[in-house]
């Protein structure tokens, strides 16, 4: 709330107009009794569709809670990390004064990420249609059950298995819940689609990497009564019965982030994560290197050997 006190004012004093939803705004009043600076409302004296910019204060949650709000519009999120990690986020707390300034005079680009559509069929009923940034993961209900799938891309089964679940997502998703499961870190600007198995009782129940133009589904199967529950970025979920299936695919409208810096993927993820790089040298320049460059040589398989004179 203090952070959005300070951005207010900042974004008055430089003459744009602050636009916040109700709740928050009488959540602030609560606390401080009046707002920093004059203040819109959105839906009631502003529409979404005469925003430039959302700015969100807030952990990687709440950035996916905006992104939920934004959904069918094309303002972009700017994110302010006051979480912990904070990968969506562009900037950081100390950097709020700086990140008002950037949107003032308009300093950012803006990326679009994917995003996924998520159907859920029940007796070849459609019974939901809906969405997620991150990931759709479809979990056990029960926790002294396992939930027994089976998976299928492009319309031809893959594996079926016990599992306490598996999580279908994005590049986004990649370092999210997808990561805390055991799957690969996918960079951003690739074009695919994941799923990772959950604690899974199979000898093949490896992680997947798949095409962005393939249908990824998940089929819980009716060998046993286990029940399970679809979570899509946590926030919006669906009972599954035995039967039940969710089918996931790329989705046409993507989520707009607004970048203030261009750096690059590597960077944030050894700055997120605190991953070790010493000892790092970096690439070396072709002109720079003194040493001749050597002969590489071929083997040859061990069973072939070479032919003795005379012999056929």
């Not at 819109?40 to 502003?46: A, G, N, Q, R």
């Not at 990687?60 to 700017?78: F, H, K, N, Q, Y």
């Not at 960077?267 to 290197?289: A, D, H, I, N, Y």
């Amino acid at each position: 709330m203090a952070a959005a006190q300070q951005a207010s004012l900042q974004l008055r004093a430089a003459g744009l107009v602050p636009v916040m939803r109700r709740q928050e705004m009488e959540q602030i009043r609560s606390v401080y009794g009046e707002l920093a600076a004059p203040t819109e409302v959105l839906e009631e004296d502003v529409d979404l569709d005469g925003v430039d910019l959302g700015m969100v204060l807030g952990g990687d949650g709440t950035i996916l809670r905006s992104a939920e709000l934004v959904r069918g519009s094309d303002v972009p999120l700017l994110g302010v990390n006051l979480g912990h990690v904070g990968f969506l986020a562009e900037s950081e707390r100390a950097d709020l004064a700086q990140t008002v300034h950037w949107v003032v005079d308009r300093d950012y680009t803006v990326e679009e990420r994917m995003t996924i559509d998520v159907q859920v069929w029940l007796d070849k009923q459609k019974i939901a249609h809906t969405w997620a940034l991150n990931e759709a993961a479809v979990e056990k209900s029960d926790r002294q059950r396992m939930l027994e799938v089976v998976l299928e891309v492009d319309a031809l089964p893959i594996s079926s298995f016990g599992c306490d679940g598996v999580v279908m997502a994005t590049p986004t998703g990649s370092t999210a819940y997808a990561f805390s499961a055991g799957g690969p870190v996918v960079w951003p600007e690739v074009q695919a689609l994941l799923m990772v198995p959950i604690s899974a009782h199979a000898l093949f129940a490896k992680p997947l990497v798949v095409a962005p133009t393939s249908v990824m589904a998940l089929e819980i199967l009716t060998r046993t009564d286990a029940n399970g529950v679809l979570w899509c970025d946590g926030r919006r979920s669906l009972d599954l019965p035995p039967g039940s299936r969710v089918e996931v695919t790329k989705s046409d409208r993507p989520v707009r982030l607004a970048r203030t810096r261009q750096t690059p993927f590597a960077e944030r993820l050894v700055r997120k994560f605190e991953l070790p790089t010493v000892g790092w040298r970096g690439p070396v320049k072709e002109s720079q290197s003194l040493v001749p460059v050597a002969q590489v040589q071929t083997v040859e398989p061990h069973h072939i050997q070479p032919r003795e004179e005379g012999r056929p």
